[in-house]
């Protein structure tokens, strides 16, 4: 039992066949997520939502960053990959998606053990993207789907059926979708042995998928599970074969000016700062003098964790940036904050650049900072 209440709501879990249908208006409830730029939306909204879940996503870049944080084994989230396949079923309503489940732990190398049916559709008065999960009333046509998706194209009307109350409706909010369930609203008994009230919220974007899920007793407890107090963050798998960049590193003189301006200035967050052992590889691939006592600072940007490294050296001169062709270079989204920086920037007398339009809404500028490292900021303007 523990098991499925790790699963959810939005783990898109294929039920029994049980379940009957309901009928009542798709008019988004009045407590679903209500859009924040727009809410009409349109088959080309539809088309834009269809796209962005299309394909695999896993979430092993979190997983990740809970070992690195020394969370516990019996607090960790379940490792889950998914792959989203759009189906084309002309006797189905709405953009039907079948969802192949590894969540054995092993991400796409593992084991697909099921697959769960899902449609996406406009609601009756276009406010929002309505998705159900949709249950195959054959539990054997469903068992065979594990081998194969395409006896899907075949289906229609009669061979599923859906609950209202479960449905989570999606809205645009002019850079992404965010999604949610109806409070309260469903109850169920598909996934444990008993009822209780599943709850879910969600994230789309082109390259990141997040969930929450979060299960309830009758009485209004939740049932709590590893990782349930944040969201399932899924970044998008590719088949790309390349190198990927993790994290720019620079050395710097004076770990505490340093900080001023990337923790103060820029507004990164400080992670960790440590000193590094004698045995560090950061001896070797900076050719730092043995015996020089070296500091390692991490910063994180948001949700992008340790996105800049800084390396502390005492009395290393700072790199000449004025003579020839400077020739390195980290570039940071100002955040909204292109012109409150670049004044700071001035105000504290770094080496500014002018500011350059590279089009009508694309605004940028560079600085040398004190160890002369070229830094280079931009903004895009709403």
């Known amino acids: 039992m523990a098991y499925l209440l790790k699963i959810g709501l939005l783990c898109f879990l294929v039920a029994a066949s049980s379940v009957k249908a309901e009928t009542a208006s798709e008019a988004t409830p009045k407590t679903a997520a209500k859009a924040t730029n727009s809410d009409v939306l349109t088959e080309a909204d539809l088309e834009r939502f269809a796209s962005w879940i299309a394909g695999d996503w896993d979430n092993i870049a979190q997983i990740e960053q809970e070992t690195s944080d020394g969370v516990a084994d019996e607090n960790m989230r379940q490792r889950y990959a998914m792959r989203y396949t759009e189906i084309n079923t002309p006797n189905v309503k709405g953009r039907t998606f079948a969802i192949e489940n590894y969540d054995d732990g092993r991400g796409f190398k593992g084991a697909m053990e099921r697959v769960s049916l899902h449609r996406f559709m406009l609601s009756d008065n276009n406010d929002a993207i309505v998705h159900e999960i949709l249950f195959l009333k054959d539990k054997a046509f469903r068992k065979s789907l594990i081998n194969s998706l395409k006896p899907l194209e075949?289906?229609?009307e009669n061979d599923i059926s859906a609950r209202e109350s479960c449905r989570l409706y999606w809205h645009w909010t002019g850079k992404r979708f965010e999604g949610a369930t109806q409070k309260g609203a469903c109850v169920t008994n598909s996934y444990t042995d008993r009822k209780i009230t599943v709850e879910g919220t969600g994230v789309l974007g082109p390259e990141l998928l997040m969930r929450h899920d979060r299960?309830?007793?009758?009485?209004?407890?939740?049932?709590?599970?590893?990782?349930?107090?944040?969201?399932?963050?899924?970044?998008?798998?590719?088949?790309y074969t390349g190198s990927y960049v993790r994290r720019p590193t620079i050395v710097v003189s004076d770990m505490e000016r340093a900080l001023s301006l990337y923790r103060d200035i820029l507004g990164l967050?400080?992670?960790r700062i440590n000193?590094?052992?004698?045995?560090?590889?950061?001896?070797?691939?900076?050719?730092?003098?043995?015996?020089?006592k070296v500091q390692h600072a991490m910063l994180d940007?948001?949700?992008n964790s340790r996105a800049l490294s800084l390396v502390e050296v005492p009395g290393t001169p700072p790199v000449d940036a004025n003579n020839g062709v400077r020739k390195a270079t980290i570039l940071f989204n100002a955040n909204g904050r292109l012109q409150q920086i670049r004044e700071r920037l001035i105000q504290e007398n770094y080496q500014v650049l002018p500011m350059h339009q590279m089009t009508a809404s694309i605004s940028e500028f560079g600085f040398i900072d004190a160890d002369g490292h070229l830094i280079a900021l931009y903004e895009i303007a709403e």
């Open 154 to 156: 075949n289906i229609n």
């Open 215 to 239: 299960n309830f007793e009758m009485s209004g407890e939740e049932i709590l599970r590893p990782g349930a107090s944040e969201a399932d963050r899924f970044k998008r798998v590719s088949n």
């Open 301 to 303: 940007a948001d949700n």
């Open 269 to 271: 967050k400080l992670s």
């Open 275 to 292: 000193q590094d052992s004698a045995d560090s590889y950061a001896y070797t691939v900076f050719n730092i003098p043995n015996g020089t």
